[in-house]
């Protein structure tokens, strides 16, 4: 596209956008090029679009320069200072009122496996586990948090030993892009607690007769886990890894990783197609 | 999201009063729906008051029946054993709505004042008159697939989300609450909600800042036979496009008393008055079932997308009523 640029066009830049162009911070040579395109890009009549990347492109370069940047914002409305724990270490927050508990954990907290999808209720990808009980954190206030103990993913493993459900997930190929990972296995973590507490679903057969530690079908680990969507349709999967927590049954696990051999001998194979 | 001032209430006198000062405050609680619609630039709260730790989350019995704390939260609510045991229809409609994450999170109160989920209410760039009285309804001769049958004016043809709050007007229920001076009152729960009329920025009758403190269930004889019947596009967490709370009582093999509220049909949950008078004194019978059902719904006025939530209806109360004869939720 940049060869097709006709240098004999002559396009008016307004005030705002000549100096937005004049100001730019120094940027690496990435940027330079970069700036060269956008700013032709910004002549050709691309201006609204192409400025409002070049002014992204100037934040992010700030950020690059002081990672307190981060952590710094100019100025916060309505601030709220709240104590709660997070993964069992205390943390003190201030806030923009408005700051829900996701933005807090991933933008304040660096805690970025909580996933923000649809930020609506609507998927699950920001659950965590509050005061043990499974919760959308997109829907909770950073400020109404004080005093309250926070599990996110980052929390769950001891050290280098997964928590049995990351395990299983892993075990039984329950994802494949990822995104909604975090959130299927903060929830699943907090569903063994609630069969275990006798906690009743819509698809209960006899909600009256109360028992402790409810055996969960695949229809009731299902209907238990509506609240977490996953595009890329790994329900089969995901099903199995909670219902082998869940029931202690070891299941075989149906896949493995290649041996060096068995990758040097699809590579091989994969050059005498190509040569085809 | 419009910036807003954040407080969290200790007292309930405190909260509904600074609440009744503000025109443009309002309680916050689970949050699940309010937030949702400030971000959607829906809502445009200058204040929150954070109500969520006041002392309201009891679940007792009282005057023979059940007192649900305002605040306390769904989940414990549809589990409680007292719930559980006298009103399982209740647990059973609770435990149809949102999913589990949700359901930890909304309060009783909260629940009952969920807005609509019209999606012309949700975009800003439509017309509303929930919304913003005056503009006109979008739904009236647009997509209007997921909307009212029953009780619905030229103003607006939303209907009311809840599916607890079917149960709750099908158990009779009682709306516990305070106002500013202090002074508490009573609203039965058919009361509670409105049909939209001439104002559908009205959901309820509650007056600006006054506080659900509680919500109180009578004694009754259904817990045996009681039945929440939803019908949605997946199998869960979805909004109903109908659903049906059945219970009943007998008396040999009689029906005593009958009690059948639908949801995602109105503006507010709808109590089927018309098929419960059928049914008293007559056997628990198929056909009956069916004269009930056909009682109530050619009453229905189907806009022109959902004319399939009249045959839904009919079936949906026979199909209720079966499964509360068989036992249902016991």
């Known amino acids: ?6 240098e004999s066009v002559e396009i008016e830049l307004t005030a705002d956008e000549a100096a937005l162009l004049e100001n730019l911070p120094e940027l690496s040579e990435l940027g330079e090029a970069r700036r060269k395109f956008l700013g032709q890009a910004a002549t050709l009549g691309l201006g609204a679009f192409a400025l409002n990347l070049l002014a992204q492109e100037q934040a992010f370069a700030a950020l690059e320069t002081s990672s307190e940047a981060v952590f710094a914002p100019v100025q916060i409305e ?38 923000k999808g649809c930020d609506h209720g609507q998927c699950g990808a920001c659950t965590v586990i509050i005061d043990g009980r499974r919760v959308l954190s997109c829907l909770t206030l950073a400020a109404t948090c004080e005093g309250k103990s926070v599990t996110t993913i980052e929390g769950l493993a001891n050290g280098d030993a997964l928590h049995p459900m990351q395990a299983a997930f892993i075990k039984n190929d329950g994802f494949q892009c990822g995104y909604c990972t975090p959130g299927q296995i903060c929830s699943a973590v ?4 609630e069969a275990k507490n006798g906690e009743i679903s819509y698809v209960t057969a006899n909600v009256r007769t109360s028992a402790k530690n409810v055996k969960l079908s695949d229809d009731e680990i299902r209907e238990r886990m509506s609240g977490n969507i996953c595009r890329c349709g790994a329900y089969p999967n995901i099903v199995a890894a909670i219902q082998e927590v869940h029931s202690g049954k070891e299941a075989a696990q149906t896949w493995n990783f290649y041996t060096p051999n068995e990758t040097l001998a699809e590579n091989k194979e994969d050059e005498k197609n190509a040569t085809v | 999201m419009r910036p807003f001032k954040f407080s969290s209430a200790n007292d309930a006198r405190n909260a509904v009063q600074t609440v009744s000062a503000n025109q443009t405050a309002k309680f916050l609680a689970g949050g699940t729906n309010i937030l949702d619609l400030m971000k959607e630039d829906v809502e445009r709260p200058t204040a929150l008051v954070d109500v969520s730790r006041l002392n309201l989350t009891q679940i007792k019995s009282a005057n023979g029946g ?12 549809a589990n409680h054993p007292l719930v559980r045991q006298n009103y399982p229809l209740l647990s059973q409609a609770i435990l149809a709505g949102a999913s589990q994450q949700i359901r930890n999170m909304a309060t009783n109160g909260g629940n009952l004042l969920q807005r609509t989920r019209c999606s012309y209410f949700y975009d800003v760039a439509m017309p509303c008159n929930k919304r913003e009285p005056g503009t006109g309804c979008g739904a009236l001769e647009g997509i209007n697939r997921m909307h009212a049958i029953f ?6 043809v939303a209907v009311y989300p809840s599916d607890m709050s079917v149960a709750l007007v099908a158990l009779d229920a009682v709306v516990k609450v305070q106002g500013a001076n202090g002074q508490e009152r009573s609203i039965p729960f058919a009361d509670f909600h409105r049909l939209p009329g001439d104002n559908p920025e009205k959901d309820t009758n509650l007056n600006h800042g006054e506080l659900i403190t509680a919500i109180e269930l009578p004694k009754n004889n259904f817990a045996g ?3 929440y019947l939803k019908v949605r596009d997946r199998a869960s967490y979805a909004f109903a496009l109908i659903s049906v709370a059945a219970a009943l009582e007998m008396d040999g093999n009689k029906i005593k008393q009958a009690r059948i509220a639908m949801g ?11 098929a419960e008078k059928m049914l008293v004194g007559k056997e628990a019978t198929e056909a009956n079932f069916k004269q009930a059902a056909e009682a109530e719904m050619k009453g229905a006025k189907p806009l022109e997308h959902n004319k399939f939530k009249v045959e839904l209806g009919n079936r949906g109360i026979v199909r209720a009523l079966q499964m509360a004869m068989n036992g249902g939720a016991a």
């Open chain 2, 151 to 156: 009780g619905w004016s030229e103003k607006c």
């Open chain 1, 190 to 193: 907090a569903l063994m607690n």
């Open chain 1, 78 to 115: 309505n601030s709220v200072t709240v104590a709660m724990k997070i993964n069992g270490a205390e943390k003190s927050l201030t806030v923009d009122s408005r700051m829900t508990l996701l933005d807090g954990l991933r933008e304040k907290l660096e805690l970025t496996g909580s996933k």
């Open chain 1, 1 to 6: 596209m940049a060869e097709e640029f006709d």
């Open chain 2, 66 to 77: 059940l007192s649900l704390g305002a605040l306390a939260k769904n989940t414990d609510t």
């Open chain 2, 264 to 274: 995602g049909v109105a503006h507010k949950p709808w109590r089927a008055m018309e």
């Open chain 2, 225 to 227: 036979k009681s039945y």
